[in-house]
């Protein structure tokens, strides 16, 4: 009995405080099943969430998945699953899981044969001087943070080694305000896979994502997570019965505390507006001029 009141204490309090403190302080994306078939699992990663782990102690992606689906978890696979791509720890959003050796090979082959589309959202430092570009900077470790971090840097930084090449389109969907400091909201598609790809060519640019811990140099700490979501994904399949894997999440980020829109660029809502991203514009070089 005294349990039961004392959960029943503890749900009014999370019910009462949601409505009186700020919504970016509670988890607005928990994990979440977006689409299930004989091949493919696809699912909502939450943010701070590390997608697998060699320790048993940690809750990540790959427990979240073998919880609600122990039938499906391989135990002759290192981590119980195939994961058709990564997304960072501070990531959210759209991650696609092969259920057998046939889908995880079709899967690869489309990465390799790059057919596979990945549109991400993000709020970024600063308004980029055009509102469609791409970013064309190889990227490479940072020497000095092989063993640490494993930061990443563009290729011209003389801290890089063995750096890839690396191709990222952007289309800006809105110029406003986080904070009082200049900030956009931007739609992304990554042509190539590198580590942190996204969060590298932004923060090359001066256009370091809100929230950034690691590529602000330790100085973006007050938001409440890093503002980088993968919104969907869509490739070729032969085994699915549609013939196109094609899932997507809702933006997380139409309400932040702290972000004013001041002008709308693209909408997300508009039919062309991924189209924008088929087009490879300009490149943008490092644009400073308009950081926090």
Known sequence: MLTLIFSGVISFISNVARKLIPSYFWRRDDFQVLYLSENYLVVYKPFDILMNSDSNNK??????ISRQFPNLAN?????QFHFVHRLDLVTSGVVCVALSKKAAKEAGDSFSKREVKKFYVALIRGWPSKNSFSINESI??????VDTSRKMCVGSDKKCIKPRNAHTRV??????????YPAAKVLLRPLTGRRHQLRVHLSHLGHTIVGDFTYSNKKDNS???TFLHSLWITFPSKIEESKFLDIHSEDPFQEIAGWKSLRVCSSLLEPNVFDLLEIDHCILQSDTSAKQ
């Open 59 to 64: 809750e990540t992606l790959q427990t979240m």
């Open 75 to 79: 135990p002759n696979l290192g981590h």
């Open 140 to 145: 490479g470790e940072n020497k000095y943070e």
């Open 171 to 180: 289309q800006v969907l809105e110029l406003g305000l986080y904070e009082n």
């Open 223 to 225: 938001p409440p997570r």
